[in-house]
Every structure is written in structure tokens, then in C-alpha cells.
């Protein structure tokens, strides 16, 4: 039987491992959240039966909804939490006998995409990627998924949907029954009745063909920034670093989801998961590997793009100082007279003679205009 640890204990555990774990946690970027923190954001269930998802009875618990799916082979239940809270984590933990280990994690939140096996329960975290055209950012949202053989648990850690829509927010319609999350998980009939893992893997496909856009919008942004790059613009440098802060980022989340559905190929293998949905998973793993091949190049490409950039910033320091040594030796040379006839030696008899005074300026101009002719000629000035 599962451990349910108390806030207590949860915040104690909280406050010793809490800082370290959180250095080896990707970075995020959250969204900014509408609605207030305060709002109740009771979950979105559905109970399914063939394929066919209704509504819960008002009033039915987390219990409730498990003794519904264990109480026939052909049942399943399916819970979104827009905005799981400690006292929502408790009772599912409670009812669904969790190990505190995925206890700890729903609640701590910040993970690494991964999947783990605690007996009958599966634990995922993954995360989506959306791009913010205007700030040239990656924003990612955490999703964690709890799946049992006749129940899965979604919950947005970010309160955000895999779109970036607010999670705790419902359709234009308003009414929660036909919610456009809910529908879309569970619009394939046919896929529903191979239980949990078909909506845990209709799920990651959501999340990674939302990776498609994100890719798009680094490479437009990349190809500016060549551009860029080539016409001279002294402000590129720090784009490059930015884009390629968003680039790495988004390496790490798609490998580590790649690492999630290839440990998710695994477990349905060994536990006799029907070959069409195997199939679809498969499907999205070449999706990733796609992904992963594309964010590679994207990343080789633009240290290239920063090293070309680094060779005309140096080139082009180096034209200027040409240009100040140029017009620093002209300058020198009248310069050079001046500070010769400014020494006040008793025995200097050009300074007695009628025509010391406009041959030092003519030497002056001479010699100027001869070295600004040399470093034209030269091309440093």
C-alpha cells in the first residue's frame, strides 16, 4: 500500500532537497496566468465505457471514479487538473495508494521529462513548447501524467494548456461539458477503447506536434539573423546568443521527451499493448527523431553563424584601427616640427631667420598631406 506523506513531512522534504534538485531542473519560461491564484479549478473527469466518455455523477470522488473502472474490464476514467493545489495532489494520492516519490514530484513540480514505474502505476512529466514571435522565446509548460490499467490523471503544473490557453479557462461556449481539451483527447472512439495508454499517447502526440512551430519560427529567426549578420548590424551578437539560449533549451526538451517515449515503446512491449497502438507511438518517435535531427542543425548553424559574425567584428576593428593609426601618424608629424622649434635652445638659428616661420608650416602641411596620400593610397584611411 502506497505512503501518504503529510504537508508536514511533504514540506520538510521540501525544504532539504528542494534547492538541489531544483539545479539540475531545465529552465522554464511561465506563461503569465489570468485567472486568479485563488480560483478553484476543480478537475475535468470523464468516465469511459466502450470508447464512449460521460460525464461523472456530481459529487463522485477520486474513489468514486476508481471503483467505476475497476468495476468492469471495458471502463476507464480520465481526470484533468487545470491547476492541481496540495489538497487535490493528497486525495488522488490517497485514493490512487501513490509512492511518495511521485507524491514529492507532483507536488515540487519542476521535472525533467521522464517516466517511471511504481508497480501497476506509471509516472511522466513532459513538457510542451510553444514560440513567442515577438520576444524570440520558447515558452514550455509541464505536464505530468499518472496512468494506472483503467485510469489516467493528467495535471497542468503550469496552468496553461498545451497551447498556451489559460488551463483553467473553458470554451466560448462556457459549459465544461464540452470542453475543447477533454474533447480533443477523447475524440477517437475507437483509439479510447485501448484504455489509458491510448490517451496518455494521444497526449504526447499533442504536445509533440507542437514542437513543429516552435522549430519553424527558430529557423525564420535564424535566417534574419544571417542577414543580419552579413549587412553589418553591430546589434546581432546579442540575438545569436539569445536564439541560440532558446535553441539549447529546446534540444534538452526534445531529447528528454524522446527518452520518454522510447521508455514508453519499452513498457508497452512488455505489457502486451496492441500493435496499433504501438504503431501510433512509433509514429510519433520518428516525429522526434525528426525534431531532434532539426534542432541539431539549427544549433551547429548558428555557432557557425556566430563565429562568421565574430571573424567581421574583428575584421572590421581592424579597419579601424587602420584608420586611427593613419590619422594619428599625420597628425604626429606637424606635431613632430612643432615640438622640435618649442624647445628654446639659445643656438637655434632658424629661429632668427626671415623664413623659418612659413617654411616650418609649409614642412608641416608637406609632410601631412604626403602621409594622408601613402594611407589613401593604402587604403587604411
Known amino acids: 500500500m502506497g505512503v501518504v506523506w503529510s504537508e508536514g513531512e511533504m514540506q520538510k522534504k521540501t525544504d532539504v532537497n528542494g534547492s538541489s534538485r531544483r539545479r539540475d531542473i531545465l529552465r522554464r519560461r511561465y506563461a503569465p496566468v489570468t485567472t486568479a491564484p485563488d480560483a478553484p479549478s476543480a478537475p475535468l473527469n470523464r468516465w469511459v465505457t466502450d470508447g464512449v466518455a460521460d460525464e461523472p455523477p456530481i459529487g463522485a470522488t477520486v474513489a468514486d471514479g476508481l471503483a467505476f473502472a475497476d468495476a468492469a474490464s471495458n471502463r476507464m476514467v480520465m481526470s484533468i487538473y487545470p491547476a492541481p493545489d496540495r489538497a487535490q495532489i493528497r486525495e488522488l494520492a490517497q485514493a490512487w495508494e501513490l509512492h511518495p516519490v511521485i507524491v514529492e514530484d507532483l507536488i515540487l513540480g519542476q521535472q525533467r521529462p521522464k517516466l517511471d514505474r511504481y508497480g501497476d502505476v506509471v509516472f511522466m512529466a513532459v513538457r510542451s513548447a510553444r514560440y513567442l514571435d515577438e520576444a524570440e522565446e520558447v515558452e514550455f509548460a509541464e505536464f505530468h501524467i499518472v496512468m494506472r490499467p483503467n485510469a489516467i490523471v493528467i495535471l497542468c503544473q503550469d496552468k496553461q494548456w498545451i497551447d498556451g490557453s489559460p488551463a483553467l479557462g473553458v ?90 517515449v522510447q521508455r514508453l515503446q519499452n513498457d508497452f512491449i512488455r505489457h502486451g499493448v496492441p ?11 520518428d516525429h522526434l527523431t525528426r525534431d531532434n535531427s532539426r534542432v541539431a542543425e539549427y544549433r551547429e548553424s548558428l555557432s557557425q553563424i556566430l563565429s562568421v559574425n565574430a571573424t567581421l567584428v574583428a575584421e572590421r576593428q581592424n579597419e579601424d584601427m587602420k584608420k586611427i593609426s593613419g590619422w594619428a601618424a599625420i597628425l604626429f608629424a606637424p606635431t613632430l616640427i612643432g615640438s622640435i622649434y618649442g624647445m628654446n635652445f639659445d643656438v637655434m638659428p632658424e629661429l632668427h631667420w626671415a623664413f623659418g616661420y612659413p617654411v616650418a608650416l609649409l614642412a608641416m602641411v608637406a609632410l601631412a598631406v604626403f602621409l594622408y596620400w601613402v594611407f589613401k593610397r593604402s587604403k587604411w584611411i
Open 171 to 260: 470554451d466560448e461556449s462556457g459549459d465544461r461539458r464540452f470542453d475543447r481539451r477533454v474533447a480533443t483527447l477523447l475524440a477517437d472512439g475507437d483509439l479510447l477503447k485501448l484504455g489509458p495508454r491510448a490517451v496518455a499517447y494521444r497526449m504526447i502526440d499533442l504536445i509533440v506536434d507542437g514542437y513543429a512551430p516552435v522549430l519553424r519560427g527558430i529557423a525564420i529567426d535564424q535566417e534574419q539573423i544571417e542577414r543580419q549578420v552579413f549587412s553589418g548590424d553591430v546589434a546581432v551578437a546579442q540575438r545569436i546568443y539569445r536564439l541560440s539560449q532558446e535553441i539549447i533549451d529546446m534540444q534538452h526538451t526534445t531529447s528528454s521527451v524522446g527518452e520518454v
Open 275 to 285: 500493435e496499433e497502438l504501438r504503431a501510433y507511438l512509433e509514429d510519433v518517435a
